[in-house]
């Protein structure tokens, strides 16, 4: 089936707003093994959208479209698809979101969905698709991965995977690369996750949906172990996002935001004299952080970070260190961000850490 999707709308067009329908609409398609073909973004006139409308049905099998639909003089789009599609069966989607509610249109192999433009009231709506779509098992897994960026990762696919490669798919976050490996084919799936894994494993950090966070607090609760954080660069935002969770306070004992080095020594103990010689910034003060909170609240496993969000020198700008001191050991962890924006360096800096993180309860030995 071949998928056609046309967003409605001026400000669309000119950049006014972010086009969301899109990005929803790929995804949505790509979870049921299906990648849209063709997309289009008329502007608000009767002539182009009927010309665009007519074009794309000879393209398509199933056409979406996403806004136009209401009450105000510009929206124009179920009007002029009656005119196109005069002789095709309707059926109304109810919109419990808004006012304005949807339409499928179809006859024989052709199809088309019509729905509002607000992402909070088309994305409910969008179940109506399935009724039309010619569905397949489809096998599907994500992997996330960190040191390793999206174009040298997409560089290595033809020379690991030939042609195969159009079964993977890259998805940059703040941090990390996501690849998501899919096929309709079970025993070629098997085939290519077992060879990314092997290809990628140093990489990966991560498997499946990204709630690495809940996965964390699960661990650590049926362990029984709390943990305290010392936080330095990322300003609280480790924790904020271990306690985003439900529940977290199970196994959260709390932590310390220590921004200056003043802080480091008033409230952590930390001899100036070891910042003076390595800096805030280094292996030596996040192992510092780490054991002195632990020592503080007697919490199970700590964690320590400090870096530069920003910094004028490139070669220290982005620069994580990270110490995590637990029952069975200790853990240094490193890593450069590649961003130049600061709210995006700690974002990624605190993705590092969950990461890091995981990977060391990976390494607990089986408590008795």
């Not at 029952?327 to 974002?347: I, L, Y």
Request: hydrophobic share 40%; glycine share 8%; aromatic share 8%.
């Amino acid at each position: 089936m071949k998928v056609g999707v046309m967003t409605i709308g001026d400000e669309v067009l000119q950049g006014r707003i972010l086009d969301k329908n899109k990005a929803n609409l790929g995804q949505f398609f790509l979870t049921r093994g299906i990648e849209v073909s063709l997309s289009i973004n008329p502007p608000d006139e009767a002539e182009a959208l009927k010309r665009a409308l007519v074009y794309m049905l000879e393209e398509v099998d199933l056409l979406v479209i996403t806004g136009g639909l209401g009450q105000t003089k510009d929206d124009m789009t179920y009007r002029i698809t009656k005119e196109v599609c005069q002789d095709y069966q309707e059926e109304i989607i109810p919109n419990h979101n808004g006012a304005a509610h949807g339409y499928l249109l179809k006859k024989g192999v052709k199809s088309l969905i019509l729905v509002p433009g607000p992402p909070n009231e088309n994305q409910p709506m969008f179940e109506a698709i399935d009724k039309v779509l010619d569905r397949q098992e489809l096998y599907e897994k994500f992997y996330h991965l960190m040191g390793i960026g999206e174009y040298d990762l997409e560089k290595s696919f033809e020379g690991n995977f030939g042609n195969e490669a159009q079964q993977l798919l890259t998805y940059v976050s703040i941090g990390y690369v996501s690849l998501r490996v899919f096929s309709k084919d079970q025993d070629q799936f098997i085939r290519l996750s077992e060879k990314v894994e092997a290809v990628f494993g140093d990489y990966i950090f991560y498997e499946d949906k990204m709630d690495i966070e809940e996965q964390i607090l699960d661990k650590l609760r049926k362990e029984n172990l709390s943990i305290c954080l010392a936080e330095s660069v990322t300003a609280g935002g480790l924790m904020k996002r271990l306690t985003s969770v439900s529940g977290a306070s199970d196994v959260v004992y709390g932590g310390m935001v220590v921004y200056q080095d003043q802080a480091k020594t008033q409230l952590l103990g930390i001899s100036p004299e070891l910042l003076e010689t390595y800096t805030s910034v280094s292996s030596q003060a996040s192992l510092a952080l780490a054991r002195s909170s632990r020592i503080k609240t007697g919490a199970d496993i700590s964690l320590g970070i400090t870096g530069y969000a920003e910094h004028e020198d490139d070669e220290k700008r982005g620069l994580c260190y990270i110490h995590i001191v637990s029952p069975w050991g200790e853990e240094a962890f490193f890593r450069k961000v590649p961003s130049r924006e600061r709210n995006r360096s700690r974002e990624a800096m605190i993705n590092f850490a969950l990461a890091s993180l995981w990977k060391m309860l990976a390494k607990m030995p089986v408590m008795d």
